[in-house]
């Protein structure tokens, strides 16, 4: 069982690599968008058979399906509500906010505050905090799943999920082995492992895999209305069967979700290949995607998953969510207040030259009435590093990425900008392109956009940060370059003319870079060539902080009417190759006028009755609301009271089930 789960998940993951043709078969029918449409489910059908046919039928069947909850007050999760008031004074209060790349733009965070609440989602929790008094006010429990974000506008509170749930089957379903892996119903033999099965039609023996049980998993969604403080109120929940929610965005009360579901890439069984979800502004139950809402894109054929876009009303709980489906898939996403950029990555290989190349296909969905349509694409050479890799301004798309040529003799990298038309319909025209960044062998480690400029860093032994004048789209240039040991994992704007950024610093010994801890850095940016004003070292060559691949754990907050920035980073520090440890929430001011301040160093961790171990609570975010700033772990938040040397005044734990006791010394 155990090689079969192996098996099934590396054809999940190796389904970027099968290239096939596309099917002639399809309506052509624009049906409002500048994609091909089907007619029935029968030609749907038609279509992925012909794709698995010329596929060589390597596919494996999985049964999704099964509503992981009934209605929109019974479900898996326990909720319990509090007496506690969660009344607010009149009075306003300055608070931190979600780190968003994009202002007007909105990304889930696990943590929250409106000022008054802190709105915390920690595994399967999410629960409603009083910021004065870390009383817990309403708590909701998820049975099988995870809580994967949070959002808030106005009285409403949404969660995202991953849900799961396993469930036994009264029947076997056989994975045979017959030159090659195919599901088959249950034929002449009975067990839970393997067994030796007889097709009766040719009397010829397999081996074969029983599987009893059934998996299926989702995204879900709920939405909670706050308004009465007494009584917090489940309005309104969604499941999307059989997918993965790979982002999320929200534009004031508009949320948009972006899905992957890869149930047909694992076979057909009656109507297995059609995506199912729950709307209750609608119905409790499963229901399939409307036909009319199941397109065919032009992304070179390799259409083995469906791309699921959402869109909905948080505020209105009777309107249907919108939801369109694409032949095709997203890895990672961008979104301007004006469009979504979703991008694939597809490897390439040139039997005649032996030579693999990548690309990245970029797909633009218009905005239109709170509705995602899609416009154009593209494809560009590489692929973008993250989110941050993108950015639009002034109609036109800026991504930059890092290339990976294969050859026999070797691999080439080159990093690029692309800059592309941001209006027009069916493909994004290419504007011009800024290439060969970095020195050889460097790829693209962090970049930043501000406006009309970009900020570029590469990275192998030394840390070039490359300022860029992206004001005339057709001819980009860099304006200057400045070379530093280290690296930047992250790039944020503080203040016109000042950046800072997180990273790592480095040194190089007999041609090898040694990360030597972790560096944060201000930056002067008013010139053609940026100046590092200051840097501060966490030393320790095995410390790292999660900023350099999850932004949102980087707190940047300025109080109202002050001429600095408050910026709080979580460490973890190791020394003595790691024999020692401790982990911290680092919390420093950044002066408008060009200095970078360390304050303190803050930490949920507690020694037990001896005093040689800690309790391992690792801090994965900060709030500040006034003059507290607040620290959240998967178990626990604790309260420090700025004006009070940073004393430590309240804490809740929450979770005390989620860590255990871990043997590292600190000193």
Same mark, same amino acid.
């Given at each position: 069982?155990?090689?079969?789960?192996?098996?099934?998940?590396?054809?999940?993951? =190796?389904?970027?690599?099968?290239?096939?043709?596309?099917?002639?078969?399809?309506?052509?029918?624009?049906?409002?968008?500048?994609?091909?449409?089907?007619?029935?489910?029968?030609?749907?059908?038609?279509?992925?058979?012909?794709?698995?046919?010329?596929?060589?039928?390597?596919?494996?069947?999985?049964?999704?399906?099964?509503?992981?909850?009934?209605?929109?007050?019974?479900?898996?999760?326990?909720?319990?509500?509090?007496?506690?008031?969660?009344?607010? @004074?009149?009075?306003?209060?300055?608070?931190?906010?979600?780190?968003?790349?994009?202002?007007?733009?909105?990304?889930? %965070?696990?943590?929250?505050?409106?000022?008054?609440?802190?709105?915390? /989602?920690?595994?399967?929790?999410?629960?409603?905090?009083?910021?004065?008094?870390?009383?817990?006010? +309403?708590?909701?429990?998820?049975?099988?799943?995870?809580?994967?974000?949070?959002?808030?506008?106005?009285?409403?509170?949404?969660?995202?999920?991953?849900?799961?749930?396993?469930?036994?089957?009264?029947?076997?379903?056989?994975?045979?082995?017959?030159?090659? +892996?195919?599901?088959?119903?249950?034929?002449?033999?009975?067990?839970?492992?393997?067994?030796?099965?007889? @097709?009766?039609?040719?009397?010829?023996?397999?081996?074969?895999?029983?599987?009893?049980?059934?998996?299926?998993?989702?995204?879900?969604?709920?939405?909670?209305?706050?308004?009465?403080?007494?009584?917090?109120?489940?309005?309104?929940?969604? #499941?999307?069967?059989?997918?993965?929610?790979?982002?999320?965005?929200?534009?004031?009360?508009?949320?948009?979700?972006?899905?992957?579901?890869?149930?047909?890439?694992?076979?057909?069984?009656?109507?297995?290949?059609?995506?199912?979800?729950?709307?209750?502004?609608?119905?409790?139950?499963?229901?399939?995607?409307?036909?009319?809402?199941? !397109?065919?894109?032009?992304?070179? =054929?390799?259409?083995?998953?469906?791309?699921?876009?959402?869109?909905? %009303?948080?505020?209105?709980?009777?309107?249907?969510?919108?939801?369109?489906?694409?032949?095709?898939?997203?890895?990672?996403?961008?979104?301007?207040?004006?469009?979504?950029?979703?991008?694939?990555?597809?490897?390439?290989?040139?039997?005649?030259?032996?030579?693999?190349?990548?690309?990245?296909?970029?797909?633009?969905?218009?905005?239109?009435?709170?509705?995602?349509?899609?416009?154009?694409?593209?494809?560009?050479?590489?692929?973008?590093?993250?989110?941050?890799?993108?950015?639009? #301004?002034?109609?036109?798309?800026?991504?930059? $990425?890092?290339? +990976?040529?294969?050859?026999?003799?070797?691999?080439?990298?080159?990093?690029?900008?692309? *800059?592309?038309?941001?209006?027009?319909?069916?493909?994004?025209?290419?504007?011009?392109?800024?290439?060969?960044?970095?020195?050889?062998?460097?790829?693209?480690?962090?970049?930043?956009?501000?406006?009309?400029?970009?900020?570029?860093?590469?990275?192998?032994?030394?840390?070039?940060?490359?300022?860029?004048?992206?004001?005339?789209?057709?001819?980009?240039?860099? *304006?200057?370059? *400045?070379?530093?040991?280290?690296?930047?994992?992250?790039?944020?704007?503080?203040?016109?003319?000042?950046?800072?950024?997180?990273?790592?610093?480095?040194?190089?010994?007999?041609?090898?870079?040694?990360?030597?801890?972790?560096?944060?850095?201000?930056?002067? $940016?008013?010139?053609?060539?940026?100046?590092?004003?200051?840097?501060?070292?966490?030393?320790?060559?095995?410390?790292?902080?999660?900023?350099?691949?999850?932004?949102?754990?980087?707190?940047?907050?300025?109080?109202?009417? /002050?001429?600095?920035?408050?910026?709080?980073?979580?460490?973890?520090?190791?020394?003595?190759?790691?024999?020692?440890?401790?982990?911290?929430?680092?919390?420093?001011?950044?002066?408008?006028?060009?200095?970078?301040?360390?304050?303190?160093?803050?930490?949920?961790?507690?020694?037990?009755?001896?005093?040689? #171990?800690?309790?391992?609570?690792?801090?994965?975010?900060?709030?500040?609301? @006034?003059?507290?700033?607040?620290?959240?772990? !998967?178990?626990?938040?604790?309260?420090?009271?700025?004006?009070?040397?940073?004393?430590?005044?309240?804490?809740?734990?929450?979770?005390?089930?989620?860590? #255990? !006791?871990?043997? !590292? +010394?600190?000193?």
């Amino acid at each position: 069982m155990k090689g079969l789960r192996k098996l099934l998940t590396l054809v999940l993951f =190796g389904f970027l690599a099968v290239s096939i043709a596309a099917c002639n078969n399809v309506g052509d029918t624009p049906n409002g968008e500048n994609v091909g449409s089907f007619a029935s489910y029968d030609e749907l059908k038609a279509y992925l058979e012909e794709v698995y046919q010329n596929s060589n039928n390597n596919y494996y069947y999985m049964n999704g399906g099964g509503i992981l909850f009934e209605s929109a007050t019974a479900m898996d999760g326990v909720v319990t509500t509090t007496t506690a008031s969660m009344a607010t @004074d009149s009075s306003t209060r300055d608070y931190s906010t979600t780190n968003n790349q994009v202002e007007g733009v909105e990304e889930s %965070d696990r943590i929250i505050t409106d000022g008054y609440h802190i709105y915390i /989602a920690s595994g399967s929790m999410f629960l409603i905090v009083n910021a004065d008094t870390l009383e817990i006010e +309403y708590s909701f429990q998820l049975e099988n799943g995870n809580i994967e974000g949070i959002y808030v506008y106005q009285d409403r509170v949404v969660l995202l999920s991953y849900e799961y749930e396993y469930l036994e089957s009264d029947s076997c379903f056989y994975y045979i082995y017959d030159g090659e +892996y195919v599901y088959t119903e249950d034929v002449d033999a009975s067990g839970d492992d393997t067994d030796t099965l007889i @097709d009766p039609e040719t009397t010829t023996a397999y081996q074969g895999y029983c599987v009893d049980w059934m998996y299926t998993y989702g995204t879900g969604v709920r939405i909670f209305d706050t308004s009465d403080s007494e009584n917090v109120e489940m309005v309104r929940e969604l #499941y999307f069967d059989s997918t993965y929610l790979t982002d999320s965005r929200m534009i004031d009360e508009q949320l948009y979700l972006v899905m992957n579901n890869y149930m047909y890439y694992y076979g057909m069984q009656e109507d297995g290949f059609i995506p199912k979800y729950s709307d209750s502004a609608i119905s409790d139950e499963l229901v399939n995607v409307p036909i009319d809402s199941i !397109y065919f894109m032009p992304n070179d =054929g390799e259409s083995f998953s469906y791309l699921i876009l959402s869109s909905l %009303d948080v505020t209105d709980d009777q309107e249907e969510a919108n939801i369109k489906t694409y032949l095709g898939s997203s890895y990672r996403i961008y979104m301007s207040e004006n469009n979504l950029y979703a991008t694939i990555y597809r490897w390439i290989y040139d039997d005649q030259t032996n030579i693999y190349t990548h690309f990245t296909h970029i797909m633009r969905f218009e905005i239109v009435d709170g509705e995602l349509q899609y416009k154009a694409i593209a494809k560009v050479l590489g692929s973008p590093l993250n989110q941050f890799s993108m950015d639009e #301004y002034d109609g036109v798309f800026r991504i930059a $990425t890092t290339s +990976y040529t294969y050859t026999n003799e070797g691999s080439i990298i080159n990093n690029s900008l692309y *800059l592309l038309d941001a209006t027009s319909d069916e493909t994004m025209n290419l504007i011009s392109t800024l290439d060969g960044l970095g020195k050889p062998n460097e790829r693209i480690y962090a970049v930043r956009y501000s406006e009309d400029i970009a900020y570029v860093v590469t990275f192998v032994n030394t840390d070039p940060l490359y300022k860029l004048d992206l004001s005339d789209p057709e001819n980009p240039k860099i *304006l200057g370059e *400045l070379y530093e040991d280290g690296v930047s994992d992250y790039l944020h704007i503080i203040a016109d003319n000042l950046m800072i950024g997180i990273g790592r610093a480095a040194e190089e010994i007999d041609g090898w870079t040694r990360f030597t801890g972790v560096k944060v850095s201000l930056y002067d $940016t008013t010139g053609d060539t940026p100046i590092n004003l200051e840097t501060y070292l966490v030393e320790g060559e095995y410390s790292y902080t999660n900023v350099a691949y999850d932004h949102k754990a980087f707190l940047s907050f300025t109080p109202q009417g /002050a001429d600095f920035t408050y910026v709080a980073i979580p460490v973890s520090e190791y020394y003595d190759g790691y024999w020692t440890y401790s982990q911290s929430m680092y919390l420093f001011k950044v002066y408008h006028t060009g200095d970078l301040e360390f304050i303190t160093k803050l930490t949920n961790m507690t020694e037990d009755e001896e005093g040689y #171990y800690r309790y391992f609570d690792t801090i994965e975010r900060a709030v500040i609301i @006034d003059n507290y700033v607040y620290t959240l772990s !998967y178990s626990s938040i604790h309260m420090f009271d700025m004006n009070n040397d940073f004393a430590a005044v309240n804490s809740l734990e929450f979770n005390p089930n989620y860590y #255990y !006791y871990w043997g !590292y +010394y600190v000193d």
